[in-house]
């Protein structure tokens, strides 16, 4: 293997025409500069240099070597310079994918903080719902995954292999139009909801749903489904049913025609920022991490 350490004294050796004076150019002996020649031509397996008394040439193969030793030195100082930029946040990228209501609510703070910090680094966000979030870190497919985890859950999947940092926790809340019976109740149980026509939202919690229903002894009648949160306001704020919604996704809409109304017994789903251990070393990764949690935090 060639080190560049080597091509270095190969290109003093041949720019000054002696051990001695490369030497002096490079700041070491000439016994020195002599023991890394002797490295290289092993290295390569061919003489690079013909000694006669005081003079020195290139061979053939030294001189072939020497004209490619620049632009490979050239080669390494720029990467060392590039890395150099994105550990000290001078640069960098890092890909974040992040479920929908944490896209609209702690993501752009977040990110706004981090370009006001770090304005070489770059950020991407695409959207995904866990656990489909969580298989695109583990293959490699993102940095940072914004997911979330519904305390008790059955079936929760696990986290062991990856460093988890937790941001908050979200509580579900009931979504009820404003003319409701129980619009203007401080709380209400999920059972006193059990004839509504309700309306579902994403899979994941379309499931969780229907395991808190079938808690307190009911099937939910379910006449709509969408994933959008928005659209499901809209359908509780049009009287055409009700809902359970987690408080981040009701915190980035407007809930025209429909109130909020907390839900007892309580139900929460923790909101985390996850990586893989390597890349929570990267510079990047570990401030957009740092900005996630900031963001978090009660205003």
Same mark, same amino acid.
């Given at each position: 293997?060639?080190?560049?350490?080597?091509?270095?004294?190969?290109?003093?050796?041949?720019?000054?025409?002696?051990?001695? !004076?490369?030497?002096?150019?490079?700041?070491?002996?000439?016994?020195?500069?002599?023991?890394?020649?002797?490295?290289?031509?092993?290295? +390569?397996?061919?003489? *690079?240099?013909? %000694?006669?008394?005081?003079?020195?040439?290139?061979?053939?193969?030294? =001189?072939?070597?020497?004209?490619?030793?620049?632009?490979?030195?050239?080669?390494?100082?720029? !990467?060392?310079?590039?890395? =150099?930029?994105?550990?000290? *946040?001078?640069?960098?990228?890092?890909?974040?994918?992040?479920?929908?209501?944490?896209?609209?609510?702690?993501?752009?703070?977040?990110?706004?903080?981090? %370009?006001?910090?770090?304005?070489?680094?770059?950020?991407?966000?695409?959207? !995904?719902?866990?656990?489909?979030?969580?298989?695109?870190?583990?293959? &490699?497919?993102?940095?940072?995954?914004?997911?979330?985890?519904?305390?008790?859950?059955?079936?929760?999947?696990?986290?062991?292999?990856?460093?988890?940092?937790?941001?908050?926790?979200?509580?579900?809340?009931?979504?009820?139009?404003?003319?409701?019976?129980?619009?203007?109740?401080?709380?209400?149980?999920?059972?006193?909801?059990?004839?509504?026509?309700?309306? =579902? &939202?994403?899979?994941?919690?379309? &499931?969780?749903?229907?395991?808190?229903?079938?808690?307190?002894?009911?099937?939910?009648?379910?006449?709509?489904?969408?994933?959008?949160?928005?659209?499901?306001?809209? *359908?509780?704020?049009?009287?055409?049913? +009700?809902?359970?919604?987690?408080?981040?996704?009701?915190?980035?809409? %407007?809930?025209?025609?429909?109130?909020?109304?907390?839900?007892?017994?309580?139900? %929460?789903?923790?909101?985390?920022?996850?990586?893989?251990?390597?890349?929570? *070393?990267?510079?990047?990764?570990?401030?957009?991490?740092?900005?996630?949690?900031? =963001?978090?935090?009660?205003?």
């Amino acid at each position: 293997m060639i080190e560049a350490r080597h091509l270095r004294v190969l290109r003093a050796v041949a720019t000054t025409g002696s051990f001695s !004076a490369a030497g002096r150019e490079l700041g070491c002996t000439q016994p020195a500069v002599s023991q890394q020649m002797k490295a290289l031509e092993t290295s +390569v397996g061919t003489p *690079l240099l013909v %000694r006669s008394g005081r003079e020195m040439r290139l061979t053939e193969a030294g =001189a072939a070597l020497v004209r490619h030793a620049s632009g490979i030195l050239a080669g390494l100082t720029a !990467a060392e310079e590039e890395i =150099a930029a994105i550990a000290g *946040l001078r640069a960098g990228r890092v890909r974040l994918v992040s479920f929908p209501s944490g896209s609209s609510t702690l993501v752009p703070t977040a990110l706004a903080a981090l %370009r006001a910090a770090h304005p070489g680094t770059r950020v991407s966000l695409e959207e !995904a719902e866990p656990p489909q979030s969580v298989e695109l870190l583990r293959e &490699g497919d993102c940095d940072v995954a914004l997911a979330f985890r519904y305390a008790g859950a059955a079936g929760a999947e696990e986290w062991d292999d990856l460093v988890v940092r937790p941001l908050l926790t979200d509580r579900l809340v009931a979504l009820v139009p404003e003319r409701h019976r129980l619009a203007r109740a401080k709380s209400v149980a999920i059972g006193e909801l059990a004839q509504e026509s309700w309306i =579902a &939202g994403c899979p994941r919690c379309r &499931g969780q749903l229907t395991q808190v229903c079938a808690a307190a002894g009911f099937t939910p009648r379910i006449d709509f489904a969408t994933d959008d949160y928005p659209a499901v306001v809209g *359908l509780v704020g049009a009287g055409l049913g +009700v809902a359970v919604l987690p408080q981040l996704a009701v915190d980035s809409v %407007r809930p025209r025609g429909a109130r909020t109304v907390s839900l007892e017994p309580a139900v %929460r789903r923790e909101i985390v920022a996850l990586t893989l251990p390597d890349l929570a *070393l990267v510079p990047a990764v570990a401030a957009t991490l740092e900005q996630l949690e900031r =963001a978090a935090r009660p205003q």
